[in-house]
């Protein structure tokens, strides 16, 4: 195990920042300020942390200058504007990276496939027929790359992956374990009554920096292909069917499913859990909130949703009978016909106030 | 990497088809209307498409009799009633499949499994004792399949699949990668605050021309064994729980789960993402919206719903709100009171007009 | 195949229950009452399965004494206060287990590793530097342990597993296959429209007799670690995020999803489908029915729920077009106006009556 030690000094020029205290003093990693150790540095995102810094052990500190001053007790900074971005990229450092490259020799590769050979091939990875491994990337074990199927430079495929569908996929994507790139997409013809399967004929194309969690499903396009553009980010369990589009720099969170044929437009977030149906259109800049279901297209950027709320469960069975019955409860006439009757009360009180 | 390549006339036999135009046009691929160029087929199934038909580039359009008059610009087509079922059938034809056949060397086979003579056994498979695979049978890279396991021929198992629990396949059946059938159950005895696991000594049974999504989990029975009947076809990141029983040709689109137990009808479809609990019944031929939850048996076909809707974000959290009183307006009662109300006064205003 | 064979009395002492009839009886499986043969032993827990049980060919029953003599036409009985117990305790005895052990000449271990003589490391398992893997536990083929994973004693791995991040497992754990435990957790910092990735140091801790079930993701924290305590109990297809820490007992059924940072307590129950936001703190014993959203923190024991129920879908359709009416709609004050307009107008009537 290899473990990654840095200067201060070297950090803070890693992001540009302004140093303050012991240049040379040795940091072993980053941590939480309530983790924090003396040989750690950690970070200060805002006021409502000051006080845990101030309790806090660590070493030194990555904070803006106006927190600082407010930390009296400590002597090591490392001061930047945005001190989320300097731990972003000082992760990157102390992160412990596979450094072995090569092919190892149980992995089965095609003789027609074409392998950087600064790549890393794991144990038992299958590459096969007309396949590209790009330079510096990393495949590590028992991964499949199935026929035709390409893969750029910088990129980092984790455990049990499955890559098929002739996928085709750019520089410094990582996909972590477990997931399935360009499987069959889910394509039935009904007919009397039976499921005739409609060979998937598409593929995937993916960007470049795109980032996929584990246990995912990329479908492979029907005819044309399914698209993640650049920057696009996707969190585990992820089911994306069969001729979506995504756009660039869209993030989804946790177990959100897109159905077939659904294009979503750039900078989207869509949170944890979130559905969307097929066939639709998404406008770039839409946040959907968690579990939300987007039944129909969004054309404006903004923020949408969809449920309850949170209930304590007897009020939940109280407010779904209540549910129930609102099918049957005109209620914007309702509310027209109350304020009328108001008017007819009000009414007959000054009728009955002039005939005193 | 191999191409399909065949003759209009060809084709047009495939889906026992009307050929108009040239019998010897070599297509090499099928394709969308827009993407499609000289060399490629495509599909037209109906009006809304008649503008892409007339704009596309495709060699030749599979057509239904009343719309190929419609686009005098095209000069090759294949009529037939359902150009929708005649492309799903054509799909095959222009599909890469797995040709090789045999046992790859890294496969580890227990002595006393049967594996047909024209199965195909990939690399890094494992088959434990007394397993079945049938003629025809592929089974890709890095599969698992355990003790007692067996599939019919004609079987298609992607990489990754872990077939376990003993479970019984039948033919035509396709799991795609990473899929799990046969895993344990989740059962567990309570006792005193803690869980006691309940070994799982059901199996799995899947009929025949069964199709199961990447990533799903497909559990052993407790004591009697999981079923999916013949047909069934599963997209993918769906779970089926211990003792579910699935009636033939029930579609379930991705990330469905269903609860143990459960015994879902014939030709049932369900929308993505639906959640049905434990121990109930649905009947033959029952539809469920997307994101619906299904919380008590249904009796009677139809369709079947739950949830809000889509909402602006600050629309719906004042939805939100309303919907936290609505559990203390009784509003069947409150829209009586309000009829009975509306009798007073005009009981009250004929008053005063008979006293005037 | 190996079978597991009984006599009546092993059985009986097994569970501590009283034997009544014959003791040599042979059984050689567990069975639902339905599916009973004479060779088979079943349970009953209740009064509802009382008529299945007189119906059944079971050799013998499980039951409590006071049902017992309600069955005159069965003879053979083991009796005991808690039959689901007694019956978990069963399926241990009649479940096939992995006898072999040692190590399969095709796994990978890395010199450093420390494999316990009596484990067994099954085909094509990959097992990096300064790994652990403790007495009798098994690990099935292909799973790949990172660098810096250990596991403790006992435990179960099933195959496709993925163990990574250095996560460290207690013992008695078992991990259904497929499962991903390690990855990467999700995390990125947004600057100027792009996501800057953060690498992920903290680890995964698991403790002892922990159940994770297949195609399941739990990610290693940002910083520290995520955590399972002792006794935790996870179905399929379940996310936990960076970071989350999840008290002893807590069960979670199928396609649950946590978000980073959230603490549960112990002892909760969260039906299928459960998604929970980040960064809130969920008391003991807390249960939340399926489904259901969990936005923000719950401090007290109790049932929570969301959702709408079910409805057909005309119905649901009718109810949503009033749900999109109910936020113009002030319902608290409404009520209070038409309480306010009922005591006008009896007022009103008495006011007419006075001057009759």
Known sequence: M????????????????????????????????????PHHIAFVIGDKYLKEALNSKAGALIISAELQSQLPNHKN????????LAFAILT???????????????AQISPSAIIADDAYIGHYVVIGEDCVVGNNTIIQSHVKIDD???????????????????????????????????GEGFGFASYQGKWNRIAQLGSVRIGNDVRIGSNCSVDRGALDDT???NGVIIDNLVQIAHNVHVGENTAMAAKCGIAGSTTIGKN???????????????????????MSMVSKSISEAGSYSSGTGQFETNQWKRTVVRLRQLADVPLTKLVKKIDHMQAQIESIESTLKSRK
Chains 1, 2, 3 share one sequence.
């Open 2 to 37: 290899r473990f990654n030690h840095f200067h201060l000094d070297e950090l803070a020029q890693l992001v540009q920042g302004e140093l303050v205290g012991q240049s040379d003093l040795v940091l072993k990693g980053l941590s939480s300020l309530e983790q924090a150790q």
């Open 148 to 182: 035709g199927v390409e893969l750029g430079k910088d990129c980092f495929i984790d455990s049990h992956v499955t890559l098929t569908g002739q996928a085709k996929i750019g520089d410094r994507v990582r996909i972590h374990a477990n997931t399935v790139i360009g």
């Open 227 to 229: 698209i993640l553009e």
């Open 92 to 106: 990157h450092s102390f992160e412990i990276k596979v450094t072995v490259r090569g092919i190892e020799r149980t």
């Open 268 to 290: 989207c977030i869509f949170a944890g859990g979130v559905g969307v149906v097929g066939h639709i259109k998404i406008a770039d800049k839409v946040t959907v909130t968690g």
């Open 77 to 84: 900074f490392i001061i930047v504007p945005n001190p989320y």
